[in-house]
């Protein structure tokens, strides 16, 4: 079964920093366009950041531009998302998910993508 595994949530206090990490079990990243979301109690699921296939191409959400950072390591299968300044508000789930959209650009819609991971807690406490 294909599988997204995000880590690296947790509990963290506002201007910390953490780091999220996502693992494709059998499948390769190399083959999709990669993307992290976040959903907080009572909000819909909303899209965080994007990296095309080759990771020269990203999309970062107007309210954590300049805070986090996507990238990409297709040689470990893995996709980062990198947060700076933290604030409460960036409290929710994070999910990774995989898009196979054939295009060389990032994607936005959470019905752009096929695969999701369960999700990692992130917490920001002021």
């Known amino acids: 079964q294909e599988q997204l595994v995000e880590s690296g949530g947790g509990l963290v206090q506002a201007g910390g920093s953490l780091r999220l990490s996502c693992v494709f079990s059998r499948r390769t990243i190399r083959g999709y366009i990669m993307g992290w979301f976040r959903q907080a109690p009572g909000k819909e699921r909303e899209i965080v950041a994007a990296?095309?296939?080759?990771?020269?191409?990203?999309y970062t959400a107007d309210s954590v531009q300049g805070r986090f950072t996507i990238s990409r390591d297709n040689a470990k299968n893995t996709v980062y998302l990198e947060m700076n300044s933290l604030k409460p508000e960036d409290t929710a789930i994070y999910y990774c998910?995989?898009?196979?959209?054939?295009?060389?650009?990032?994607?936005?819609?959470?019905?752009?993508?096929?695969?999701w991971g369960q999700g990692t807690q992130v917490t920001v406490s002021s």
């Open positions: 990296i095309n296939r080759s990771g020269g191409t990203t």
């Open positions: 998910a995989a898009s196979p959209i054939p295009i060389d650009n990032t994607v936005r819609r959470v019905t752009d993508y096929t695969y």
